[in-house]
């Protein structure tokens, strides 16, 4: 059983000199695309989808589940010809540009610092993005799960509250096409050299679609938790917090916020 047409969608991505690739089963589609550059090479992007991934890597070292009926995993390999001062800002800027991309289906889509999309306070899709150097060159690995149709499984493995990008489950192989486009644009979009320079652009638009702009949130780590009104994100993808009456500069990875 099959639930994306693997046809279409390679002629669809051909559009945008992207190469398909259709696996049943992965570890991780992550992983596979960096086994792909290190025997294959590269030419063009690459985009993957496992209908089941094994051992789905999230971030922080965590598990990511997987429900095949109803959860798409996607990576793409790209080779980033960008500054690489301008890393730090890709994964808040794909979370921005699938959010902004996803609110054609559902306006309710926001999105959660550093790249979470959520909807109804659920989790939707997570990215992880990976870095990996090949003859001097530098290539991204953006790797998204994405959970589509409501799936109770799912909502029993998983110890917190998930979302789903659609309400009812039909049209499911046309849907996941048309999701995929969805994020090979957006992933095309993210690491366009035009992106670079627009950093005022960037925050306000990130701030449009930021479910916690200045609610009061609390963030953590294991050795620390800090409280303050969240004031949207800085050009290279810090979150801005005001405690004690100062805007403090807060990287990914250092602390998340706790829903
Ligand atoms: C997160 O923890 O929020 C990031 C989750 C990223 C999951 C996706 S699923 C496709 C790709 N392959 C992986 O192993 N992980 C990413």
């Known amino acids: 059983m099959t639930y994306l047409d693997e046809k279409n969608t390679r002629t669809a991505l051909k559009n945008y000199g992207v190469n398909f ?22 030419s063009d992007p690459i985009a ?38 301008y890393l730090p800002r890709l994964s808040p800027l794909l979370a921005l540009n699938l959010a902004e991309i996803f609110q054609n289906l559902d306006p309710s889509v926001r999105i959660k610092w550093p790249n979470d999309l959520i909807k109804d306070f659920g989790k939707l899709s997570g990215i992880l993005i990976e870095a990996v150097r090949k003859d001097e060159k530098l290539f991204l690995i953006f790797g998204i799960g994405i959970n589509l149709f409501n799936s109770s499984e799912l909502n029993r493995e998983v110890n917190r509250k998930i979302s789903y990008l659609f ?79 100062k805007i403090k500069e807060i990287s990914n990875g250092e602390l998340s916020i706790v829903l």
Not at 27 to 36: A, I, Y
Not at 206 to 217: A, C, G, P, V
Not at 218 to 227: A, D, H, K, R, V
Request: hydrophobic share 35%; proline share 3%; net charge negative.
């Open 167 to 245: 309400e009812e489950k039909k049209q499911e192989v046309l849907r996941r096409s048309e999701v995929v486009e969805k994020l090979v644009i957006s992933v095309l979009k993210t690491i366009s050299p035009c992106v670079e320079k627009d950093d005022i652009v960037f925050c306000e638009r990130w701030k449009k679609l930021d479910f916690f702009y200045d609610k009061i949130i609390s963030l953590q780590s294991p050795t620390e938790q800090l409280t303050g009104i969240e004031k949207g994100i800085t050009p290279s993808g810090e979150l801005k917090l005001l405690t004690d009456g």
């Open 21 to 42: 690739l259709f696996l049943e089963e992965t570890d991780s589609t992550n992983e596979h695309l960096k086994r792909v550059l290190s025997t294959s090479g590269f």
């Open 48 to 85: 993957l989808v496992a209908e089941r991934q094994m051992k789905g890597k999230g971030t922080k070292g965590r598990q990511w589940a997987d429900d095949p009926e109803n959860c798409l995993k996607f990576s793409m390999l790209v080779e980033y010809k960008g500054m690489e001062k």
